[in-house]
T-cell receptor, first 112, second 113 residues
Framework: DTAVSQTPKYLVTQMGNDKSIKCEQNLGHDTMYWYKQDSKKFLKIMFSYNNKELIINETVPNRFSPKSPDKAHLNLHINSLELGDSAVYFC???????????FGPGTRLTVL | GESVGLHLPTLSVQEGDNSIINCAYSNSASDYFIWYKQESGKGPQFIIDIRSNMDKRQGQRVTVLLNKTVKHLSLQIAATQPGDSAVYFCAEIRSGGYQKVTFGTGTKLQVIP
């Protein structure tokens, strides 16, 4: 009965590689988000999608490309990984018109 | 730019005591605030919220106070328990269209048994 799930939970990879993180929500929400949390626990929004359309795109390198195949899924693809990409990435969802976001368990990405 | 910040990065509290976590925000246009709790290895979890037309809201063992004059938000936890140990974030939301949440820097609450 997981509400927001992410895979994988841990991802260790070499610099320069391309990787994807998947997110799925079974709450019936129409808006999904990706956040990056750095080592100091600071949470910063990266992207927001509503009904498969990009709504918010913060200043994120274009190596990061979100993809929403349907409104229950928002995947994050990262090209040419860099050391500074190491962080915990959180997916979240909410229903437009409401304010509470539900977060996934996070994916810890380590770039070596 | 606008920011939401916390005064204390780490707060240690004896079990059973009350905890107060503070947050300062700078955008007076924010009309909604949320406190999130993040336990180790997990995502942030909604605790309590408050709208800008309110100055106090109570939940179960938690109370949020909003002082718009000084742009200050606080989370009070009564009878703090070991399970309250976590990082707490305040977040501000500006309405109008799609929700965009700006998180504060977080305060780590350590409960001493």
């Amino acid at each position: 009965d997981t509400a927001v799930s992410q895979t994988p939970k841990y991802l260790v990879t070499q610099m320069g590689n391309d990787k994807s993180i998947k997110c799925e929500q079974n709450l019936g929400h129409d808006t999904m988000y990706w956040y990056k949390q750095d080592s100091k626990k600071f949470l910063k929004i990266m992207f927001s999608y509503n009904n498969k359309e990009l709504i918010i795109n913060e200043t994120v390198p274009n190596r990061f490309s979100p993809k929403s195949p349907d409104k229950a899924h928002l995947n994050l693809h990262i090209n040419s990984l860099e050391l500074g990409d190491s962080a915990v990435y959180f997916c979240a969802s909410s229903q437009k018109g409401t304010d509470t976001q539900y977060f996934g368990p996070g994916t810890r990405l380590t770039v070596l | 730019g606008e920011s939401v910040g916390l005064h204390l990065p780490t707060l240690s509290v004896q079990e059973g005591d009350n905890s107060i976590i503070n947050c300062a925000y700078s955008n007076s246009a924010s009309d909604y605030f949320i406190w999130y709790k993040q336990e180790s290895g997990k995502g942030p979890q909604f605790i309590i919220d408050i709208r800008s037309n309110m100055d106090k809201r109570q939940g179960q063992r938690v109370t949020v106070l909003l002082n718009k004059t000084v742009k200050h938000l606080s989370l009070q936890i009564a009878a703090t328990q070991p399970g309250d140990s976590a990082v707490y974030f305040c977040a501000e939301i500006r309405s109008g269209g799609y929700q965009k949440v700006t998180f504060g820097t977080g305060t780590k609450l350590q409960v001493i048994p």
